[in-house]
Every structure is written in structure tokens, then in C-alpha cells.
């Protein structure tokens, strides 16, 4: 027996037979030259072929509405938005008619070039936007293949439905989104691929579809076999291969009892968030995007306590208009209400920028340092008043508070609060409505804001700390690297000192705080920061339940 490390996505274990996807990218291209009088037709076949991709989009989209969530539609219109990109279409007809190449040599040089591109950027983001590039081009090519074979092309989920059998776990170097529903349409119940990362929007797609899978998994070419029983733990992240009998029955009752604790969980829905010794808990929940809200108001919370915007461009890769933004957040604040939303100001830095961003901006060498948070947002006052106009508007819907990320000092939070001061006033001119002042709170998530916290507090009407950050920053730990993963410590002395500092200060000045980074999903932890005083954490909405049941069980 031997065992395969990954990022886990879920929690969920599946025992099934591995369906190796052999040779998904291996495509051989012969260096084609074209004659000039070819081109137009050349163009035309590259142009059939997009349009080919484009359907198929939009039919997976169709034929899958029942696993269809918000998240999903984002992520298929992301795709489309690459397919359609003048940078893949439009060059890659320009290099056919200038170099005189076949448009299957073409697009693979405009692919190597975009790659080159997006390959001087060191950050996960872009790597995996590098990714959905090429597995677009990939398809692309094998549309003009089909083309060329003068065949009709197949239904999309029939070449699926003729080869893999259902019941199966999933392994393949690296999957393109779109491809995944037909997938779990014809019954694979779990995803081992090597590319992709904990923060990737494949993981977001399957954490909304409930799929268990591991990301990033160890090689596992040659390994092993298709058809070979093998065990994915989600939870940890392993995969298990040549499991004997007695560890598969091991694995068995770890499913029989994981069934158990989730029926177990659900009685914790109707139950209020409260202490052994009744003290109660405001149990919030983090979102990215409004489908997310849904399934929160499902559970039983009592607000979104971050929601965090940026995902929504990421999700959309592209810079949304303030009718989109309104939208958006209007349909978490009507799902919401009364209960409060708080709505955090795009978070965007290098590791998050829609592609469509990036030629706006230079990139940060170093990018957790760099101009994230409310520096982009003061520096970039039009995105920030859309943002601002749009919650403002939003607001008439519900309960909204604004919540500012990466606050270093009390002059950015003035600064933020007199441009949406103005934003109150532009909205009620143009708009006519009357929006409140809304509440405005700052991240906690920097060392030099949790120990000036005292500063901060006459210019907040809250405080959220933002655990993961304030480690990063504290302990000098990049967060996106995963060889330093291990030196995350929240024992370490200087964290317990900024976090203690900022809830007892905060409880001191009668300034509202919670905690809504990971820390709060360790009861270990929550237990503390409650005995402190603190009274509110905001946790992923896929641990909200465990996490009642948790405090159910402690007293302070
Ligand atoms: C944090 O930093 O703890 C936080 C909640 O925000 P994000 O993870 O989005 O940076
Ligand atoms: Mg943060």
C-alpha cells in the first residue's frame, strides 16, 4: 500500500476504482503552411471551431441545471469569456494570415505566447489562468480536427458516457471546468488532479457542488493502475492505493460514521448558537458570492459577517459594472434580511486580479506588500465608488454594513469614510434614495493596526480580525507558499498577544469585534477568543453546523 498527498477539497471519503485519463493534452501538431489564398478559409475554420467550443459551453450549461449554482454559471462564463478573448481569437487570426500557418500551428504558438505571458507572473492566480488557456486551445484543436474528419460533432457527454463507467474516482494530470458536470453527471464521485490549488476555482466549484476531491496531488503517472481500487480522503487530502482489507473496513466505518455525524448535525439547524453554561455565540458566515448566502440562511446564522467581493470578479474574470455589483450584493442582503451582511471592499492584489485587470496594472514584486486592499481602492477611486455606490444602493434592501480589508492606519479609514460620505450624497442626487451612513469597520489582519488598535477605534463602528492575514504578517509566513505552511503557528506568543490586545480593547471601548479569519473554525481557539469576551465569529459555510455543535459543547 502507499498513499498520495494533496490539497483536500471537503470532507467526504469515496472507496472506488481509479479512471486514469491518459494522455489528455497529447496533442502532435505538424507545422502547416498555408498558401495566402488559403487563409480566408483557414480563418473560417478557426472561427467554426470557436463557435463549436461556444455551444458546447452553453449546452453543458443547459443540460446541467440541476447542479447548476451561481458559482457554476460564473465559472462557464469565465471560460467563454477566455474562448471568445481577442487576445486567443483575434491574434491567432492575425498569425495565420502573417506567417501563413494552418490556424492548428497557429493557435499553439498564440497559446505559447500567452503562456510566456502569464508564466512571468509568479503567483497562483495566473497559473491557473495559464491552465484554462490551454485547455481551451486543447479543445479547440480537437474541434478542428473534428472538422476536418468531416464528422458531425459528438453530443458533448457521449464520449464521456461510451468510456467512463459510473461510480468512479476521477485522475487526471488537470481537468478543464467545463468538463467537470459531465463528469459527475455520469456518476464519478471524486476528482484526484495535480494541478490546482486549495484557492483555485476548481476548488470553488467543487466545494459548491459538494464533490470530494484533492488538488494538487503528488505525480501519479504510472502509479497506478486504471481500474485499481483506491480510497480519497478529502478531509486529509490522501489518496490510498492497495488498501487491504482490513484498512478498506477501517475506511468503511469512517464513512458509515461521517453519515452518522452529518444526520447528527442537522439537528444543530433550529438550534441557537449557545454555550454549555448558555452563553450565546452570533455565529456568522464568510461567502464569495450569492449562492453561498442561500445555503447559510438554510443552516441557521445570524449574518454574513465577511463577504468577501473580490471573488466575484475572479469568478466572472472581469471587472464588474456597478449594476452587476448592485445586483449581486442586493440578492445576498434580500436573502439575508433583517439579519446583517457585512460586505468587505474588493480585497483585489496581484494574487487576485481578474485577468482583464492586468494590463491596467503593474504587478507588485511583491505582492502581500504591495498596493492590496484599501491602498488599490484609494488608488483606484472610480472601482472603489462603483463598489461603494452599488452596496449604497443595495443598502434599501436590507441590513449592509462595509467593511474595509488591509487597514494599516487611521488616515486610510478617513480617508475611505469621506469618499463614501460623498458616494451617500452622489446616490441620494442621482438615484433618488435615501441611503443610510452605512456602519463601517476595519480588518484587523495587519501587526501595526491590531497594536495601534486604540488609534483605530474613534473612526470604526467595528472590528473583524482577519486571523489569516495578521499570521502571515506577524510570523512572516507567505500564505500562498506551501513550504512554510508548517510555520503557521497560533500558539506563538506574538499572535495571542495582537489577537488578545485587539478583543480586550475593543470589548474596553464598546467597539463591536469578531473574528473572521480560519482560527475561528478551531474550537480550541474560539474557546479562548470566548473567554476573552468575544461573542462573534464568521466561519465557511460548510462549517457553520460543526461548529454550533462545537460551542453546544463547551463552557466558559
Ligand atoms: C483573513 O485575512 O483572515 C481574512 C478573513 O481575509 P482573507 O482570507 O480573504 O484575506
Ligand atoms: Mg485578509
Redesign the pocket.
Known amino acids: 500500500m502507499f498513499t498520495l498527498m494533496g490539497h483536500g477539497v471537503g470532507t467526504d471519503i469515496v472507496i472506488a476504482k481509479a479512471w486514469i485519463n491518459i494522455d489528455f493534452t497529447g496533442l502532435e501538431i505538424r507545422h502547416t503552411e498555408i498558401t495566402e489564398s488559403q487563409t480566408v478559409k483557414e480563418i473560417e475554420r478557426l472561427r467554426r471551431s470557436v463557435k463549436m467550443l461556444d455551444k458546447d459551453f452553453r449546452d453543458v450549461s443547459d443540460s446541467f441545471k440541476e447542479f447548476k449554482t451561481g458559482d457554476f454559471d460564473n465559472l462557464l462564463e469565465s471560460q467563454r469569456l477566455i474562448l471568445n478573448d481577442p487576445l486567443l481569437v483575434l491574434e491567432t487570426e492575425k498569425r495565420i494570415q502573417n506567417s501563413l500557418i494552418s490556424a492548428e500551428c497557429a493557435l499553439i504558438t498564440q497559446l505559447e505566447y500567452i503562456v510566456e505571458q502569464f508564466s512571468k507572473i509568479s503567483n497562483p492566480y495566473f497559473q491557473e489562468r495559464k491552465i484554462d488557456v490551454e485547455q481551451i486551445v486543447v479543445q479547440l484543436v480537437k474541434k478542428l480536427n473534428l472538422l476536418d474528419q468531416n464528422k458531425k460533432p459528438k453530443n458533448s457527454h457521449s464520449e464521456i458516457t461510451e468510456q467512463v463507467g459510473p461510480g468512479w474516482i476521477f485522475l487526471s494530470d488537470k481537468l478543464s471546468i467545463n468538463e467537470i458536470p459531465k463528469f459527475i453527471q455520469h456518476g464519478i464521485k471524486g476528482f484526484a488532479l495535480e494541478s490546482g490549488s486549495p484557492t483555485s476555482h476548481l476548488a470553488t466549484l467543487f466545494k459548491s457542488l459538494e464533490i470530494p476531491a484533492i488538488l494538487g496531488l503528488q505525480e501519479h503517472n504510472q502509479l497506478i493502475e486504471h481500474g485499481e481500487k483506491i480510497i480519497l480522503d478529502s478531509e486529509y487530502g490522501i489518496l490510498l492505493v492497495g488498501a487491504d482489507d482490513h484498512v478498506l473496513a477501517e475506511y468503511e466505518e469512517r464513512i458509515e460514521k461521517g453519515h452518522e455525524k452529518k444526520q447528527k448535525l442537522k439537528a444543530f439547524i433550529s438550534l441557537p448558537c449557545r454555550t454549555k453554561n448558555n452563553i450565546d455565540v452570533r455565529l456568522m458566515a464568510n461567502i464569495e458570492n450569492p449562492a453561498e448566502a442561500n445555503k447559510a440562511m438554510e443552516i441557521g446564522v445570524s449574518g454574513i459577517g465577511?463577504f468577501?467581493t473580490e471573488f466575484l470578479f475572479l469568478e466572472r474574470n472581469k471587472i464588474l459594472t456597478e449594476d452587476e455589483q448592485f445586483e449581486a450584493y442586493k440578492s445576498v442582503i434580500l436573502t439575508l434580511s433583517p439579519l446583517p451582511v457585512v460586505i468587505r471592499t474588493l480585497?483585489l492584489d496581484a494574487d487576485k486580479l481578474p485577468s482583464t485587470m492586468f494590463t491596467k496594472f503593474t504587478q507588485d514584486s511583491n505582492p502581500a506588500l504591495g498596493q492590496r486592499g484599501i491602498r488599490f481602492s484609494l488608488e483606484n477611486t472610480d472601482f472603489f465608488r462603483a463598489q461603494i455606490q452599488a452596496i449604497l444602493r443595495a443598502s434599501e434592501y436590507g441590513n449592509v454594513k462595509i467593511m474595509l480589508p488591509l487597514i494599516t492606519e487611521k488616515e486610510e479609514i478617513i480617508k475611505a469614510r469621506q469618499l463614501i460620505d460623498q458616494s451617500v450624497n452622489f446616490v441620494s442626487k442621482i438615484r433618488q434614495i435615501n441611503p443610510k451612513p452605512p456602519c463601517v469597520g476595519a480588518m484587523i489582519?495587519v501587526p501595526s493596526a491590531a497594536i495601534a488598535i486604540d488609534s483605530l477605534i474613534p473612526h470604526i463602528d467595528f472590528a473583524s480580525l482577519?486571523?489569516?492575514?495578521l499570521m502571515q504578517y506577524t510570523l512572516a509566513i507567505d500564505r500562498t507558499n506551501s513550504k512554510v505552511s508548517h510555520l503557521y503557528n497560533p500558539e506563538h506568543p506574538a499572535v495571542k498577544f495582537l489577537i488578545e490586545t485587539v478583543i480586550k480593547t475593543c470589548i474596553n471601548k464598546s467597539c463591536p469585534v469578531s473574528i473572521?479569519?480560519e482560527l475561528a473554525n478551531d474550537i480550541q481557539q474560539t474557546r479562548n477568543f470566548l473567554k476573552m469576551g468575544l461573542r462573534e465569529v464568521s466561519i465557511n459555510v460548510g462549517d457553520l453546523l460543526k461548529m454550533k455543535e462545537q460551542i453546544s459543547r463547551i463552557e466558559i
Open positions: 465577511l468577501r480585497d489582519e482577519g486571523t489569516n492575514d473572521c479569519g
